[in-house]
């Protein structure tokens, strides 16, 4: 069939668009203010994208409209829609469908589901699942939130391996909501054996009006995991203890908790895997921080679930090389190292710097770069978190553009720590004028962040490669 996909850039609705391109359909799609790294790998795929969301586009009549959540019936100030082309759709009577719907009836209907949910680390841990069944022989298909290094792609159908009952298909599942005519959380379609529940708390607080509600979700999810399935939680989440409180049907496996199924023994990035206390494999890779070493017994315990050994998923996970955007190294100057990290949640940040701090000990300065960018953070419900979020950074640096709050007054706590604009440019002649030779610079931001990794990179190489 001919699909067209109406918000084709998201991670989500770009991964879709690669499985059915790959599946044999033809795909085209469009979107506005279109970033890399999706927007480059779509064209490498040869899908076309119209940028804007025109009534114009009727004329390429489609089999079947995909509708990612971006869309709305919003009007904008002068009374337009600000999505003509979901209006035509509508009054025409055009056949429509969501992202999810259609990847549940056209790509997962006889898969054997790996659902990664979490409130953080669902990408990063969807890409070690993926990865261990990869190095296991299993070839599993797979749709990630970003990039995975390893495979150079975010989505792929895979094959079915020899011994597996079913082709085996990894996916991160989001709790955010399907589309404008669906409310369900995303993941309620994609009916896994294996469901991992990484963590929860509060966010998305521009459809959610409080943890609880984001818990009903979840227990959606497990409702929908059959008796054969298994559940892999984390053990230390009390909203995923009440959860699984709620009712469970299929078998548990924990991790991360003292008493869990699955431990840690060691230091974030060279740990022992101990299963009920005995040893069954090693761990040891690039990556820091405990949030790593958690994502990295979530994936073990799921890929346990189809057969792969802790031993082997161990020895795979020591040749992952994580996902582009999470503390993905842009350069350095001066040996001043430039990261590029997707963390935009107060926690994830937390995390992120914490386990930057880990590797680089005290002595060297970590510089944060932000920006409130989620629906969650321009809401302003976390501002009061931001100072905890920062706790490991030397200097913050936050831009502040399309926020309705205050985020100097935010920072406060900070001191002359904090810098704010609402301007990059300013942002980046800021950081240059603070900036010493071994300085760790973190850009942290779930959009593209208007470039200013590469800003940063040219400035730093003025300042110091021309001094």
Same mark, same amino acid.
């Given at each position: 069939?001919?699909? %067209? !996909? ?42 076309? *994208? ?60 006889? =898969? ?17 699942? /993926? ?17 995975? *290094?390893? @495979? ?27 589309? @404008?005519?669906?409310? =369900? ?14 963590? *929860? ?16 979700? @979840?227990? %959606? ?14 053990? !230390? ?5 009440r959860v699984l409180h709620q009712g469970c049907w299929s078998e548990q496996r924990s991790f991360g908790a003292a008493v869990s199924d699955f431990t840690a023994e060691g230091v974030h990035h060279a740990f022992d895997v101990m299963q009920q ?13 405990? %949030? ?7 994936? !073990?315990?799921? /890929? ?8 082997? /998923? ?21 040996? !001043? ?24 000990g005290q002595q060297q300065r970590i510089l944060a770069v932000f920006e409130p960018r989620s629906n969650t953070m321009k809401l302003g419900t976390m501002k009061a978190q931001l100072p905890w979020s920062l706790k490991e950074a030397d200097l ?21 720590? /904090? @810098? ?48």
């Open positions: 069939m001919h699909i %067209h !996909i109406l918000g084709i850039c998201g991670t989500f609705m770009g991964g879709v668009a690669a499985l059915a391109r790959e599946a044999g359909h033809t795909v085209t799609g469009c979107d506005a203010g279109v970033y890399p790294p999706m927007s480059d790998q779509l064209r490498a795929l040869g899908i076309e *994208l119209i940028e804007g969301f025109g009534t114009e586009q009727l004329s390429l009549q489609p089999d079947m409209y995909v509708v990612g959540n971006v869309v709305s019936r919003q009007h904008l100030e002068d009374g337009t829609p600000k999505f003509p082309l979901m209006e035509a759709i509508l009054d025409q009577g055009l056949p429509y469908t969501s992202g999810p719907q259609w990847l549940s009836e056209h790509v997962l209907q006889g =898969r054997h589901v790996l659902a990664v949910a979490g409130t953080h680390g669902k990408t990063t841990t969807t890409s070690m699942l /993926a990865w261990i069944l990869e190095c296991a022989g299993l070839t599993p298909g797979f749709l990630v939130g970003g990039v995975p *290094l390893d @495979f150079g792609v975010s989505a792929r159908l895979g094959q079915q391996a020899t011994g597996q009952e079913r082709p085996l298909f990894v996916i991160e599942a989001d709790e955010y909501d399907t589309a @404008f005519f669906d409310k =369900r959380s995303k993941f309620v379609h994609y009916r896994p054996r294996t469901a991992v529940l990484n963590n *929860l708390e509060f966010d998305h607080a521009d459809i959610f009006a409080d943890l609880a509600a984001i818990e009903r979700q @979840f227990h %959606h999810l497990i409702r929908t995991v059959p008796a054969s399935g298994r559940v892999v939680f984390n053990g !230390i989440e009390q909203a995923l203890v206390g005995k040893k069954v494999g090693r761990v040891e890779w690039a990556l820091s921080g405990e %949030h790593n070493q958690l994502n990295a017994l979530a994936a !073990i315990a799921a /890929a346990e679930h189809v057969g792969v050994s802790p031993a082997v /998923a161990a020895e795979a996970l020591g040749r992952f090389h994580n996902v582009k955007r999470r503390m993905e190294l842009r350069g350095s100057v001066a040996g !001043i190292a430039v990261y590029d990290d997707f963390a935009h949640h107060p926690t994830a940040i937390r995390t992120t710097l914490d386990g930057l701090r880990q590797r680089v913050a640096f936050c831009h502040t553009a399309g926020l309705d709050w205050n985020a100097a007054q935010a920072l406060t706590d900070l001191g002359e720590a /904090a @810098f704010t604009s609402d301007n990059v440019d300013t942002v980046v002649a800021q950081v240059m004028e603070h900036v010493r030779p071994g300085d760790q610079i973190v850009c942290m931001s779930n959009g593209g962040f208007a470039g200013i990794h590469g800003k940063l990179l040219a400035a730093l190489q003025y300042k110091f490669a021309t001094a």
